[in-house]
């Protein structure tokens, strides 16, 4: 029976959508305090008695985290040339994330991105 494991991790970011019409409000540079769900689902290793220790996801995830944190995600993307991050929409950040984690972290089931307390897109291949 497989168990689900989700890590929290939050940062503060602007951004833009430069793809959005000429006078929509996200086109302009604004902010979000973005919160990121990081969740894996496997089974229990009878040994341990855990799937994976959360020092480890917050090792794997914390880096990242970093790189966007007070930044202009736009420019976080030029800066690493991150195609995604063009267009830093939180289903593009979610798809991001997930492809950037999912090889550290094989259990990693999906990435969810909260933009705000009542918006976010989630990530699962």
Not at 35 to 50: A, F
Not at 61 to 69: A, N, R
Not at 97 to 113: A, H, N, R, T
Not at 119 to 125: C, I, L, N, T, V
């Amino acid at each position: 029976m497989p168990v689900f494991l989700t890590k929290k991790f939050d940062f503060e970011a602007a951004h833009y959508l430069p793809a959005f019409p000429e006078g929509h409000k996200c086109r302009r540079l604004h902010g979000h305090s973005f919160k990121v769900e990081i969740k894996l689902m496997g089974e229990i290793d009878p040994k341990t008695g855990i799937l994976v220790d959360f020092a480890e996801i917050k090792s794997v995830v914390k880096p990242y985290i970093e790189m966007l944190d007070h930044y202009c995600l736009n420019e976080v993307a030029e800066v690493h040339n991150i195609d995604l991050l063009r267009q830093p929409t939180s289903e593009n950040l979610a798809k991001w994330l997930f492809q950037e984690i999912k090889p550290l972290l094989p259990q990693l089931d999906s990435v969810v991105v909260h933009e705000t307390c009542t918006s976010m897109a989630e990530y699962k291949a």
